[in-house]
C-alpha cells in the first residue's frame, strides 16, 4: 500500500499529541487533591504553555504580521472556542454528571467532522470510515467504562455537546493549509488568547480559581506544587496543541480527529502509572475497538 506523503510523520505527531493530552488528567488529579480548582489548574497550563511557546511562535512567524491579521479569525475560532470553550465547557458538564459520559460526548467530535466535512464540503465518507467511526465509538464506551452505569443530566449533557463543538472546531482550523500560520504560531496565538479568556472568566467569579502551594502526592511520591504544573504547561499543553496542529495539516481534520481518541487510551496508563489506577479488561476491550476504528478510518480516506 503507498503511503501518502507526509502520513506516516501525521501519525506520530498525531500519537505523541494524544499521549501528552492524555497526561493532564493524572497530573492535574494530584493538584485537585491539593487543594487547586480545575479553572486555576487550566489556567495556569494554558498560561504556561503560552510563554513555552511565545519565542518559538514569533521566529515562525518571521515578522510576517501580517499573517495574524489576515487569521484573526482562524485564531480566535481556535483560540476561543477550540482551547477556552472546550475546557469550559467540559468543566461546566462534569459540575453535573458524570465524567465518563461527559468525555464520550465530548469525543464524538470526529462523528461530527465526519458530517461537516460532508454537508458542506461534499466529502462523502465511505463505508469503511463509517464502520470505523461506529467501532472507534463503540470503544470509547468500553474505555469509559460506561456500562458500569453512568448519571446523565441533562443540563450537563447540553454542555458537553458544546465542549465536542469546540472540539471539533479546533480540529477543522488545525486542518486549514491555505494561506495559514505555521502550526507553532498559531498554537501559541491560541493560548495567548484561552488564557486571557479563562483568566477574565475567573476574574468576574464565572470560572472559580483557588489554588494552595502544598506538595502534590501522586502513586511516584511527593512533589513540589509547581512540578506537575510545568508539565501540565510544556508537555500537556504547549507540545500536546503544537503536534497535534501539525498532525492535522498532514492527516486532514477527519483521521487526524479519529487517532486523537487514543488520547483515552493514553490517559489509562498514566493513571496507572501516576495514580496507581489500573486499567479493567472493558479498557483493553476499547482500546483494541479504538484502534480499529483508526485503521479503518485511515483505509476509508485512501485516495
Not at 487569521?71 to 458524570?98: E, K, N, W
Amino acid at each position: 500500500m503507498r503511503v501518502l506523503p507526509g502520513i506516516g510523520s501525521g501519525l506520530l505527531l498525531a500519537l505523541l499529541s494524544a499521549a501528552s493530552f492524555g497526561m493532564a488528567g493524572a497530573l492535574a488529579r494530584g493538584l485537585l487533591e491539593a487543594g487547586w480548582s480545575p479553572g486555576a489548574v487550566v489556567l495556569v497550563r494554558l498560561s504556561v504553555g503560552a510563554l513555552t511557546l511565545a519565542p518559538f511562535a514569533l521566529i515562525a512567524l518571521r515578522g510576517r504580521w501580517s499573517l495574524l491579521r489576515t487569521q484573526a479569525r482562524p485564531v480566535l475560532i481556535y483560540g476561543a472556542l477550540g482551547m477556552a470553550g472546550t475546557q469550559f465547557c467540559y468543566f461546566s458538564a462534569v459540575s453535573t454528571m458524570d465524567v465518563a459520559p461527559a468525555l464520550l460526548i465530548e469525543f464524538t467530535a470526529p462523528v461530527a467532522i465526519v458530517g461537516w466535512l460532508w454537508l458542506r464540503k461534499g466529502q462523502r465518507p465511505r463505508r469503511l470510515t463509517l464502520v470505523g467511526a461506529a467501532s472507534a465509538i463503540a470503544g470509547l464506551v468500553f474505555a469509559l467504562d460506561l456500562a458500569s452505569g453512568a448519571d446523565v443530566a441533562w443540563t450537563g449533557a447540553a454542555w458537553a455537546f458544546a465542549a465536542m463543538i469546540g472540539n471539533a472546531a479546533y480540529f477543522l482550523v488545525s486542518g486549514e493549509t491555505e494561506g495559514a500560520l505555521p502550526p507553532i504560531t498559531l498554537a501559541g496565538a491560541g493560548l495567548v488568547l484561552s488564557a486571557a479568556i479563562l483568566a477574565a472568566l475567573g476574574a468576574v467569579g464565572i470560572l472559580p480559581m483557588h489554588a494552595t502551594f502544598t506538595t502534590a502526592t501522586y502513586a511516584i511520591g511527593e512533589t513540589p506544587w509547581w512540578a506537575p504544573l510545568i508539565a501540565l504547561g510544556v508537555l500537556s499543553a504547549a507540545v500536546a496543541y503544537v503536534t497535534g496542529t501539525a498532525a492535522t495539516r498532514r492527516l486532514g481534520s477527519r483521521l487526524a480527529s479519529f487517532v486523537a481518541l487514543t488520547e483515552v487510551l493514553a490517559s489509562a496508563l498514566f493513571a496507572w502509572a501516576l495514580l496507581d489506577q489500573r486499567p479493567g479488561p472493558a479498557v483493553v476491550l476499547g482500546g483494541l475497538l479504538i484502534i480499529t476504528g483508526v485503521v479503518l478510518v485511515r483505509l476509508g480516506d485512501r485516495p
